[in-house]
């Protein structure tokens, strides 16, 4: 039985936690195989499953999120998949991500980078996708929120020459060039974090400034075409009753 760790998510339900791994398919059948692991019964369920669209190349996971009872499978050329890993007969889900007309162009093609410009995090006790996308010279860096019908409805769109005018970027002594996305706060929707070399610092969108910043220490990728994103960050947030928030730096390794 093999693994994938970008495929692999987490999900706790009263004192049960269970761990899943989705296996979809590429070669055009639909059929994707769910891994789940419950602790304490000290052994593995194997389940096949149906999805659609079919895919007909290889799944290309940008990591898993838990949210609203379900796991939710980010793909970021082709969606999500989400299903309930607790359920007797679980059902796969596919939620499209928004059309996006006008990408950045002159990005890495190196596959492992598209989390660098787009990204799938919860918020404020929603889904929530973000993009840079536009003119390079000009980008926009984009949100929205997947509602309880299952659509995308927009939130905010922001110039980053807006951000990089105003004078707390300056104050920052940031470079005025495309950061990498690195996470959206989970309590603040409007708080969305960047690397940029080797600093990572918080803007809040609706007021377009910045509003943290500081300098990070990361274990630099083995691969020097994959470039720091949201891909090897997640957010835990210490006690739900406080707004103290710890950041985790994940470093996946690629061959």
């Known amino acids: 039985m093999g693994f994938d760790g970008a495929n692999v998510g987490l999900m ?12 979809p398919s590429g070669d055009g059948s639909g059929r994707a195989t769910l891994l789940r692991y419950t602790v304490g ?5 194997v389940t096949e499953l149906a999805y659609s669209p079919p895919l007909h190349r290889q799944w290309f996971c940008e990591g898993v999120v838990s949210h609203g009872g379900m796991l939710w499978w980010v793909e970021l050329s082709y969606g999500l998949l989400a299903c309930d890993p607790y359920s007797d007969k679980p059902e796969l889900l596919h939620v499209p991500l928004p059309t996006i007309i006008d990408p ?14 787009s990204c799938v995090k919860a918020s404020s006790g929603r889904l929530r996708y973000v993009q840079i996308h536009g003119d390079p010279a000009a980008p926009v860096v984009s949100t929205w929120a997947l509602t309880e019908a299952g659509k995308w409805n927009p939130e905010r ?15 920052a002594m940031l470079p005025g060039s495309i950061p990498a996305l690195a996470l959206l706060d989970p309590a603040d929707p ?11 610092f918080a803007v809040d969108l609706r007021r377009r400034k910045v509003v943290e910043s500081g300098e990070f220490d990361m274990p630099e990728s083995p691969n020097q075409l994959i470039v720091r994103s949201s891909h090897l ?11 103290r928030k ?7 390794l690629f061959d």
Not at 12 to 23: F, I, M, P
């Open 12 to 23: 706790t339900r009263g004192d049960s936690c269970v761990v899943a791994e989705l296996q």
């Open 233 to 243: 960050v997640h957010a835990w947030q210490y006690d739900p009753s406080s707004s």
């Open 157 to 171: 769109r922001v110039p980053l020459p807006d951000i990089w005018a105003d004078e707390s970027y300056l104050d």
């Open 104 to 117: 950045l162009t002159g990005k890495v093609a190196n596959l492992a980078n598209r989390a660098s410009h």
């Open 41 to 45: 019964q000290y052994k593995w369920a």
């Open 190 to 200: 409007d708080k969305l974090y960047f690397f940029l070399g080797s600093c990572i």
């Open 246 to 252: 710890h950041i985790f730096f994940i470093l996946l």
